[in-house]
């Protein structure tokens, strides 16, 4: 008996073809798109919505990350965004009524270092005037908190200390698609799977595109009063349809779990001078990811040599993992922004917003990126959590640098 | 395993080389010149498919060579193709 099959969630799809025409229409049905679409109903009443796939929903970077919750960031902005998503994951089991397999396990950020030890100190403070819960441990803690850990670090990594973020969570990816994907089905929004965009309807002039009026597919064209792209990985291409340049470089990120450990292990814990990242799923899989390739990809399939790097580095930390083997492993396209913040919102094209930039930390903001989007969709103004992360920050010379928060870099 | 043609060494492990990046082009579309100067410092041209790029062959010869890839395999590609 499957307990994940057991209790799959009844989505009511519509049985009908896509519309000629819609208020919304999202590509991409991952987190992103379904949250959005989500949010656009149960908050504004918006439900003339469609969410196309180009395969089965959550088939991209929502069914390949890690899916670890965490608000632990390094600039304010960001800590403050992250934090409201973490706040609405906590209450999305009691909101939509359906399980999304929430645990708030407490994440561990170790510093084996002094300067990275100053940094842990630093993210801590920084964290609690922005309102999350993070503080900063030294090793006896780190100890009673995990005592799979070697703090030796095999002699080569001593663990100096590390920021304990008390409400890092893991939720079940695949749940959290469904969960919003039957919300949003249940108010009347479309999802339609296997509907490739191949294209957008757009309007130009002298200028370069004016205003973008709706999406090809092969089944047609369907027009829209906002087309929004909640593509991961592949969003330049959407976007130059649209003549948008994307300060987006696409990466692969893979990540493996391993056989079933058959104790607890019972924080999310991150190296930051290793790069690595380890939890325990539901099922006790050892789950290990780390840094993203260093050149831009798409490729989607994994290789021995990262399998092995990763490995090296989690058992230095961990001894026990060196029992264990490899079950899975899998890559996801990430769209990894050049300054390691999100692009959220208008694009400068009439009709056409983005939600990307997503890279390897996506799957905790879909909550809270969904949200703000439909109240940006709603409205035709964005919020002061959303606003710092508009795409014209990069020519109002605002960007938004957090590379040390990824976890993945 | 990934192997890659060093034009001074020869086929080496992947391991051996660091990613440079691709030949930064900003669209001669784009006039304006702060414009341009944005987007030389932050767009991308996030190519599917074949690029032309600078790899490093750190633990090797130590010296900068072009590749062309194809990005949606890793694979390499020789160069007069």
């Known amino acids: ?288 990811g780390a840094e993203y390739d260093r050149q831009a990809s798409y490729r989607t399939s994994t290789s021995y040599s990262y399998l092995q790097a990763c490995s090296a580095k989690a058992t230095i930390m961990f001894p026990f993992l060196s029992k264990l083997r490899i079950l899975r492993s899998w890559a996801g396209v990430c769209d990894v922004s050049t300054d390691f913040s999100p692009i959220l919102g208008h694009t400068g094209v009439d009709g056409f917003m983005l939600s990307t930039g997503w890279g390897t930390w996506g799957f905790k903001a879909i909550p809270a990126a969904g949200e703000q989007l439909a109240d940006l969709i709603a409205t035709g103004t964005p919020s002061a959590l959303i606003a710092p992360f508009g795409l014209d920050r990069f020519a109002n010379e605002a960007a938004m640098a957090d590379p040390s928060s990824a976890g993945t870099r | 395993m990934l192997w890659i043609e060093c034009p001074h060494c020869g086929t080496r492990p992947f391991e051996e080389f660091r990613y440079g990046s691709v030949f930064p082009v900003t669209p001669e579309t784009i006039t304006d010149p702060d414009a341009r100067n944005v987007d030389y410092a932050w767009m991308q041209d996030n190519i599917q498919g074949v690029t032309l790029e600078r790899w490093f062959h750190e633990s090797g010869c130590r010296r900068w060579f072009t590749a062309k890839r194809d990005t949606t395999t890793d694979t390499f590609l020789p160069l007069d193709d």
């Open chain 1, 1 to 288: 008996m499957n307990e994940f099959v057991e209790t799959l969630l009844d989505l009511p799809w519509q049985t009908c073809d896509p519309k000629p025409a819609y208020d919304v229409v999202i590509i991409g049905g991952g987190g992103h798109g379904l949250s959005t679409a989500y949010y656009l109903a149960a908050r504004h009443g918006i439900t003339n919505v469609c969410v196309l796939d180009a395969n089965y929903i959550g088939s991209g970077n929502s069914g390949r990350n890690t899916t670890i919750i965490r608000s632990n960031y390094g600039i304010p902005e960001s800590v403050r965004f992250y934090q409201h998503s973490l706040e609405l994951y906590q209450g999305l089991e009691e909101e939509t009524g359906s399980w999304i397999m929430h645990n708030t396990k407490g994440q561990i950020w170790l510093a084996h270092s002094t300067s990275t030890a100053r940094t842990e100190q630093t993210r801590a403070l920084m964290n609690q005037a922005c309102g999350a819960r993070t503080d900063y441990i030294l090793p006896d803690e780190i100890k009673a908190r995990c005592p799979q850990i070697d703090l030796t670090g095999g002699g080569r990594y001593p663990v100096q200390g590390a920021s304990y973020h008390h409400e890092g969570a893991t939720a079940r990816h695949d749940r959290v698609v469904w969960t919003y994907a039957q919300g949003a089905l249940r108010k009347g929004v479309h999802i339609f799977q296997h509907t490739p965009v191949t294209g957008l309807v757009t309007e130009t002039s002298s200028s370069g595109v004016d205003r973008v009026a709706g999406v090809q597919t092969p089944n047609g064209i369907i027009s829209a009063g906002v087309v929004l792209s909640a593509v991961g990985g592949h969003v330049s291409t959407v976007a130059a349809w649209a003549g948008v340049r994307l300060p987006i470089r696409s990466h692969a990120l893979q990540a493996f779990v391993t056989n079933a450990y058959a104790q607890e292990f019972a924080p999310i814990i991150s190296s930051n001078d290793l790069v690595f990242y380890v939890s325990q799923t539901p099922r006790g899989q050892m789950l290990i």
